[in-house]
């Protein structure tokens, strides 16, 4: 009983004093299997656990360090180093520097420029700028210079240029070594060459709006590489303009190639750059690749298609499981991105025609802007600009009709439409066109120019056989009694093409002189083509077209030695540098001598023509046929073709892109 009741006390005495150990003191064995460990009352004695596993009890070494609390000094200074940090970044975006922080260009806090660097006209200027534009970086250094840009900036005005010139629409990519280019002009001289290229050259090719009140320091800020252009457009010096486009290409290379940036600024200044591009010939073929960038930016910046809310909805099909910056894409369509698409549908599809090669799609959405545009112009440009668009449209229908379809897709013997038959509803969409035009465009030059090209296209359309088997097997001429049927279409085909090639004639030797230096690379192809119509038209071999109608009609050669003359005295006029050098001598130099050396080589071929002399190599007549064996179906077909590239002169006068000097 006593031993009963003894251990009976005992046992209720050890399981009184059970407990589970405090946080950190659990032995190793529990510890390791995530268990309760609890203490049989006795200090150092075995858990229940382990005395119930039959384990062997090791205390646990407590590794936990309580924090030691910073004194009140250190965290004083350690929120003093962040201030620090802070401010560092602050001064080096009001310098117009990237922040260091994050980037993979940038320098050390110690290179930051000091305070009162920032504290001056150009830290607001500065802070309204893309951090991919406004870049202070010297190229081959990481040290940052608070300023880069060669002209002074005056005070932020009320509302930003940013404003105006929106730089939304474009790729968030790290900043470039490009920065502001410094042309090397005085702001006095700045202010001039703006004045100049908004009030003369952007009426004969207006891609771009620039408003009365836009400093030359402003645009150079929002719009380096637009600037660089005009620039290089306005100088009148050969070594220095060559200099300037050099400078172009590599900051175009270094942003779209290397930096794989997109946004507005680079598309505008493709744009100017192209618009003057006979400028920049040199021998070697740049025209189409500079053209495909343009598009290509259009299409990155989806400028030709509508702006959508839900984009990275639909384009991210699957979450990914890096987070890629978004694409900085405008949700609303601003007139300077209708402009630009617009301007350059323009530009592809007169070098499109000019060397047959692919051009610009268009879509739904650049139809909606060119109504847009229309509806609420901006400017008198902006009227010009709707009209040489609607003028193109009707030229890329001309194409598609003729030469385009005789690419070798699918049955090339399938048998198509003549092209003919288009002719009545294309006629009336350009008699639409010229009903439509605002009075201030109706006697506007350079909508003249666009709307004779036009006319010319629709004309030599009827010309074309889109008939592969008729190409080859050329139907015989019916008889009757005798009596040989005449191809009244043709020959009103071949008139319609006299007299709209005698008009844009006409019409680009009605220009004054002084306005030759803003012409514009689309004008210089009108004279082209209209030129080398007229000289076709007096050399074709059909018999059913009479040649003197022609000689009759216009003085051709008398029109060549007049352009060869304005284009003489366009540096004297307009003051632009020459000389005998080909390096230093200038492009209408150039054009002049060009146009000088075709005119006695097209005599000598026409005076053969008239004699009935054969006469072989380009741009001269084939030999007079019998009319009874219808010859003039490959005459027909060559004239028609209007391979341009084929005759030298033209090539020359353009300083051949093509390389084909």
């Known amino acids: 009983m006593d031993l009963d009741s003894t251990g009976s006390s005992t046992q209720a005495a050890g399981i009184g004093l059970r407990k589970s150990v405090p946080y950190g003191q659990a032995c190793t064995n529990c510890s390791k299997a995530k268990c309760k460990c609890i203490s049989r009352g006795v200090p150092g004695s075995i858990c229940e656990r382990c005395q119930r596993l039959g384990k062997e009890c090791v205390p646990s070494v407590s590794v936990r360090k309580r924090a030691v609390r910073r004194p009140a000094s250190e965290r004083t200074a350690h929120l003093e180093e962040k201030l620090d940090d802070l401010v560092s970044i602050l001064r080096a975006q009001a310098a117009g520097a990237p922040a260091t922080v994050g980037s993979y260009r940038g320098g050390t806090n110690a290179e930051l420029p000091a305070a009162s660097a920032s504290v001056d006209a150009n830290a607001g200027a500065a802070l309204e700028l893309d951090p991919c ?31 105006r010139f929106p730089s939304v629409t474009s790729y968030p990519t790290p900043p470039s070594v490009i920065s502001s280019p410094d042309v090397g002009i005085s702001p006095a001289e700045a202010e001039d060459t703006l004045r100049l290229f908004r009030d003369h050259f952007l009426e004969f090719f ?19 590489l637009l600037w660089l252009n005009i620039v290089t457009t306005c100088c009148k010096s050969p070594p220095r303009k060559a200099a300037l486009g050099q400078k172009f290409r590599e900051a175009l290379a270094q942003k779209m190639l290397l930096d794989l940036d997109r946004d507005v600024d680079m598309l505008l200044g493709l744009l100017c750059y192209l618009g003057w591009g006979m400028h920049h010939f040199n021998g070697k073929p740049y025209i189409v690749a500079f053209m495909n960038l343009a598009v290509t930016i259009i299409t990155d910046l989806r400028l030709d298609k509508p702006p959508q809310d839900n984009f990275y909805r639909e384009l991210h099909c699957f979450k990914p499981s890096y987070p890629y910056p978004k694409i900085g894409l405008s949700t609303n369509r601003t007139n300077e991105e209708r402009r630009a698409a617009l301007s350059c549908f323009i530009l592809c599809c007169g070098i ?27 400017c008198l ?103 040989v049927h005449v191809d009244l279409g043709k020959l009103e085909a071949y008139y319609a093409s006299l007299q709209a090639s005698k008009a844009c004639l006409e019409n680009y030797l009605s220009f004054p002189i002084s306005s030759y230096l803003c012409l514009s690379f689309p004008l210089t192809l009108h004279f082209g083509r209209a030129a080398q119509t007229l000289y076709r ?8 077209w009479d040649r003197t109608i022609v000689k009759n009609s216009i003085d051709l050669m008398g029109a060549m030695e007049q352009t060869a003359n304005n284009y003489t005295q366009v540096p004297h006029v307009c003051g632009v540098e020459t000389s005998d050098d080909l390096e230093g001598m200038d492009y209408y130099t150039k054009a002049a001598n060009a146009l000088r050396a075709t005119i006695p080589m097209w005599s000598a071929t026409m005076e053969q023509v008239v004699l009935g002399i054969g006469t072989t190599g380009p741009g001269t007549a084939p030999p007079a046929a019998d009319p009874n064996q219808m010859p003039s179906a490959s005459a027909v077909a060559e004239f028609a073709s209007m391979e341009w590239m084929d005759d030298p002169w033209l090539t020359d006068m353009l300083r051949s892109w093509e390389g084909q000097l």
């Not at 932020?156 to 940013?162: M, Q």
């Not at 802007?369 to 609420?376: E, I, M």
Request: aromatic share 4%.
């Open 537 to 544: 038209l007096m050399v074709v071999d059909d018999p059913e």
């Open 133 to 163: 534009m406004a870049s202070g970086v010297v190229p081959g250094s990481t040290k940052i210079t608070p300023g880069s840009h060669a002209l002074p900036i005056p005070s932020p005005p009320a509302h930003p240029i940013r404003d």
């Open 352 to 378: 499109s025609n000019f060397l047959r090669t692919q051009t610009m799609r268009w879509t739904t959405h650049m139809e909606d802007s060119l109504q847009k545009l229309a509806a609420d112009p901006e």
């Open 206 to 224: 207006p891609f771009v709006h620039i408003p009365r009140d836009v400093t030359a320091a402003q645009l150079q800020q929002t719009r380096p």
């Open 381 to 483: 440009n902006d009227e010009i600009l709707v009209t040489m668009v609607k003028t193109c449209r009707l030229q890329e229908d001309v194409a598609q009709i003729t030469w385009r379809c005789l690419d070798p897709i699918g049955n090339t013997t399938a048998f198509r439409a003549p092209p003919i038959v288009y002719a009545k509803a294309l006629r009336a969409s350009l008699e639409t066109v010229r009903r439509d035009l605002p009075p201030s465009v109706a006697d506007n030059k350079v909508a003249l120019s666009h709307l004779y090209a036009a006319e010319l296209s629709i004309a030599d359309m009827s010309l074309w056989n889109v008939n592969p088997w008729l190409t080859t097997h050329p139907l015989k001429p019916s008889t009757t009694n005798g009596n």
